[in-house]
Each structure stands twice: as structure tokens, then as C-alpha cells.
């Protein structure tokens, strides 16, 4: 039987709706090339690593993270719980209460993924108003730290303040109450530079992820906790230890801790990045510890621009080539999400109160992902290369030079030891001791309650709308907002994806356009023009 030249058109028209359907659903799995990932662990470094996942959640990977602290992520990345794990500290081999602290049989390597510095955040007001340009000496905050100044009119804080005295205000340090990377930096601090005041409080030589609990000290779970305590409406006379990104999204000021070079600084990501010139990273590709970090000499910079806490952090990231819980889909998420991580993310640390990885950690940091195709030889990551990474501590076509360091800006003269302290305080607010001094002629500090003058959140009631500022250039960070201390991740356009994907996505993109321009009135037609036929 011979069609009708109208039957024919019609069968035509509804094959190439159905071709555009059926090649629609075989390009759309682009994004099925990628599977769910899961990671645990530092709450460090989880206020970037939240924004890396919204960002890359755009093109396709789904990627979660709970920060219960860096000993957390370790202990559940060792027993297969979760396919990555972040933290501060490598392995020790053993904890504080002579448990493993091992990755036990599984394969792993360290991979650093951001650097940045630990922050001592605080609220002192007098006479209503927060102080904002506090400056402390490590020796200082030792002491406060392990019980030994209890007082903020103490005369070793006036010291350090060039003689501008605080009235009498208890103390009261804010610890972390679970296993953390954060605590273990700041204790390996004290016990290389202040070992007599650590450890005749601790009881022995070492670091600690479990800080001690004693006297006025409260203990909260995880940075954003630490950093709620500090900031709530109780918070008059705290101080406490979080990465410096938590008061910059909650506008709260941090002290401007005293450097080697004699001059009082902030963890800045130009301050960091600076510090960590002096870092030493085993280089041993054979060491189960390659790519870990050693800072003495971070913490004895002579520039005047180093921040003596600063640190990085690292990815623990499954090698095995039989891992339980690895497949080619998840190698696949993982090295993709690790390269925007490295590059591109790398550009939102400052604005986040991060500083990004030197060049040689991006480039060690490829040569690691590659372990996950020898692990998997199906797994692409073919087109990696430093010259086409956008990262803002190296330029394009001149590798040799951290940019980020060379541009840091030198402090200014009234943060040098004798000197100020300077009227410009951290943070968003412009008080500054000696007009918190000044409000307390009027108002005597010992008739102030605690926590007053802050707003039922906590926040500084003379702070900026819009979010947080860059504490340099004094740039808006357009892409944070509050959630419990940590800036909410804003979903943004990848620049890096994986090659190829973006000739898929762009196929995509038309294709479904041209489905729904055309495929609606296809239909119609055909309706009406079998309503005819009858």
C-alpha cells in the first residue's frame, strides 16, 4: 500500500520529534559520568569547601560535607564511612588517649587544598561598644589561653597596646569540645614557641586535638559554634580560636596577633600567603607523608607582613586501586571537583577569609589527582595544566613568582611594637580603644552586664549591609551571607569544567531549545491534521 504524500509527511515529522527526544536523553547523561561523593572532617576549612561544592553543583557533580572536626573526618575516612576526608593534621599515629590514628588499610594520599590562617576572634565592649583594634603578643595569648591572665586589665595586655588599658572584664577562653584540626595547630603553636607555658599547662610536649577544659574556659563543637559563643549576646569578655574566614562573615573583629619582625598583623590572605613562603613541604613522593607541612619557619617569619598561624589544609584522598567505596563515576567527581578546587576556586579564598594555594601545592596537587587514574584508568584527566589555571597567586605565562606575596601590602607604622595601636581596628567597626575608653567615662565598665550593646545576634550594629569586606582593599564579598557563623555558599557559572563539557552542555543547551520551540507545535499540527483526515 502506498502512503499519502500527507501520511508520509506526518510519519516524518513525528521521527524527527522522536529522534530530538531520544538524542536529547543520550547527551543530557553527560552529567552521569559523574557520581555522589561524600566527605567529613575540618570545619576549618569547610566554609570554602561549601562554596566549591555550590559552585560545582552547576555542572552536574553533587558533592556533601559535614564538618565534625578534622579528627572526625580521619577516623571516618579510615573506616570506609566516607570517600574523602579533610583535616589539619596528618595521621598521628596514635590520639591522646592512645587510640589509632591510622588510615588502617586503606590507600590514601595528602592532598593540600587551601591555606589560611587561625584567627583569635573576641568581644570586649566598654561602655556599649566593641573594641575593635585589640593587639596581642603570642606569649599574651598563651597565657590566656592556659588560665595564666584571667583579667583584661592586665598590664602584659597594655603592654602589648602601647599602655592603653583595659577595665576590669573576666576572661573567658572559647575552646573547641571536640577533635579538632584547629586545636591542634594552635597547640602545636604554643608548644614550638611557647613551650614553658604549654606545656606546664598541658602536662606534657606535643600538640592536642582535645583542649584541655579548666577554670572559666567553655568548650563549643565545631568553628561555627566557637564563633556563635563569641559573638552571641553572652559573649562580653570571650576570646577564641576559629580560621579567619568565621569573623569575617559574622563582621567581628580579630586580634592583630605580634610577629617575629615586631609588628602586629592579621591573617590576611596577603599576610598568609607571605607567612607560608617559609613553610617546609616534605617533598618525598615515596613518604606516606609527602605534601604535609612543616612551620617553624612560618612561625618565625621575619617579614613584617607574616602571619606567624598560618597553615594549610589537606584532602585525604582515596588511591586504592580495590577501594570499597571508589568507582570510575566517583574518581571521576572527585578529580573534577578537585581541579575547580585548585584553580579557579582558588580565586574566591580572600574574599571568603582564606588565602589559595602557592604554585608548587597546585602543581603537587595535580601530580595527586593523577594517582586516581592509575588507580582507574578509565577516569579522564587529560588537559590539566597549571598555565591555563586560573589561581590568583601565579600568572599565566610567568610561573616563577607568588604574585599574592609580592603584592602584600606592608603594615602600617602604628602596628609596629611601640607604636599606635593603630585607629583603624579589624572588622567592620571603627572603635577603637581609646574611644571605647572614652564611652567608659561616661559609663563605667564594671556597671555594664554582660553582652551589652549587642543586638540580640550578635552582630555589630555599625557593620556594613551587603555582607562581609575584604579587611584590605575594603571590597564588598558580594557572595557571602550568615548561616551560623559561616558564609552561605552562592551557587555561581563554573569557568573550569572537564574537557569536552562544554561543547556537550552547549549541544544540550540547543537542542532543548529547539525541542521546546518546536516540538509543542509539531503536535498540534498533527492533531489538527488527523482531525481533518477523518
Not at 552542555?505 to 477523518?534: K, Q, S, W
Request: some cysteine.
Amino acid at each position: 500500500m502506498t502512503l499519502s504524500p500527507l501520511r508520509t509527511r506526518n510519519r516524518l515529522v513525528l521521527v524527527l520529534a522522536a529522534l530530538t527526544i531520544v538524542t536529547l536523553s543520550s547527551i543530557r547523561p553527560a552529567h552521569a559520568a559523574y557520581a555522589q561523593i561524600e566527605g567529613s572532617g575540618s570545619t576549618w576549612s569547610e566554609v570554602i569547601v561549601q562554596q566549591w561544592i555550590a559552585d560545582v553543583n552547576a555542572n552536574g557533580m553533587k558533592v556533601t560535607y559535614n564538618g565534625g572536626g578534622s579528627s572526625q573526618g580521619r577516623k571516618a575516612f579510615a573506616q570506609h564511612v566516607t570517600d574523602f576526608g579533610i583535616t589539619e593534621i596528618p595521621y598521628q599515629g596514635k590520639d591522646e588517649s592512645g587510640n589509632a590514628d591510622t588510615a588502617g588499610s586503606r590507600e590514601f594520599a595528602y592532598m593540600p587544598i587551601i591555606a589560611g590562617g587561625t584567627a583569635f576572634s573576641y568581644q570586649i565592649r566598654v561602655g556599649g561598644k566593641l573594641v575593635k583594634n585589640l593587639r596581642l603578643s603570642g606569649d599574651t595569648l598563651s597565657k590566656i589561653f592556659t588560665n595564666q591572665i584571667t583579667n583584661w586589665n592586665h598590664p602584659a595586655i597594655a603592654k602589648d597596646n602601647n599602655g592603653r588599658k583595659l577595665p576590669s572584664l573576666k576572661i573567658i577562653p572559647v575552646v573547641r569540645s571536640d577533635g579538632s584540626g584547629t586545636t591542634a595547630q594552635f597547640t602545636r603553636w604554643m608548644d614550638a614557641q611557647h613551650p614553658k607555658v604549654w606545656r606546664g599547662f598541658f602536662g606534657t610536649s606535643g600538640l592536642t586535638s582535645y583542649y584541655p577544659r579548666r577554670g572559666d574556659t567553655i568548650a563549643a563543637a565545631g568553628s561555627d559554634q566557637v564563633m556563635n559563643t563569641i559573638a552571641g549576646a553572652a559573649g562580653n569578655g570571650t576570646i577564641g580560636y576559629v580560621e579567619y574566614s568565621y569573623p569575617v562573615n559574622k563582621k567581628f573583629p580579630v586580634v592583630k596577633v605580634l610577629n617575629e619582625a615586631g609588628f602586629f598583623v592579621e591573617p590576611t590572605q596577603y599576610n598568609v600567603a607571605v607567612a607560608l613562603t617559609r613553610a617546609r613541604i616534605n617533598t618525598d613522593k615515596g613518604s606516606q607523608d609527602y605534601l604535609t607541612q612543616i612551620l617553624d619557619g612560618v612561625y618565625n617569619a621575619k617579614d613584617p607582613r607574616a602571619y606567624p598561624l598560618s597553615s594549610y589544609s589537606y584532602m585525604l584522598l582515596p588511591t586504592g586501586a580495590s577501594d570499597r567505596r571508589m568507582s570510575t563515576t566517583k574518581r571521576q567527581t572527585l578529580a573534577d571537583f578537585m581541579y575547580y578546587s585548585l584553580c579557579e576556586g582558588q580565586s574566591k579564598a580572600g574574599a571568603y577569609g582564606y588565602s589559595p594555594l602557592p604554585l608548587n601545592l597546585v602543581k603537587a596537587g595535580f601530580d595527586q589527582l593523577k594517582r586516581l587514574k592509575n588507580a582507574d584508568p578509565k577516569v579522564e584527566i587529560a588537559g590539566r595544566d597549571v598555565k591555563s589555571c586560573n589561581n590568583p597567586t601565579f600568572v599565566a605565562g610567568d610561573l616563577t613568582k607568588n604574585k599574592l606575596a609580592e603584592i602584600a601590602p606592608k603594615p602600617a607604622a602604628c602596628d609596629k611594637v611601640g607604636a599606635g595601636p593603630c585607629d583603624g581596628g579589624t572588622g567592620s567597626a571603627p572603635t577603637t580603644l581609646e574611644e571605647a575608653q572614652k564611652s567608659s567615662t561616661d559609663k563605667a565598665a564594671s556597671d555594664t552586664p554582660a553582652g551589652a550593646g549587642t543586638d540580640p545576634s550578635g552582630a555589630v550594629d555599625t557593620a556594613p549591609e551587603g555582607g562581609a569586606v575584604d579587611p584590605v582593599t575594603g571590597d564588598a564579598v558580594q557572595a557571602s551571607g550568615q548561616v551560623g557563623g559561616s558564609a552561605q555558599a552562592v551557587p555561581v557559572e563554573l569557568t573550569s569544567s572537564r574537557p569536552g563539557d562544554s561543547r556537550v552542555f552547549g549541544t544540550v543547551a540547543v537542542l532543548e531549545l529547539l525541542a521546546i520551540v518546536l516540538i509543542p507545535g509539531i503536535v498540534a499540527a498533527l492533531l489538527r491534521r488527523r482531525g481533518d483526515l477523518r
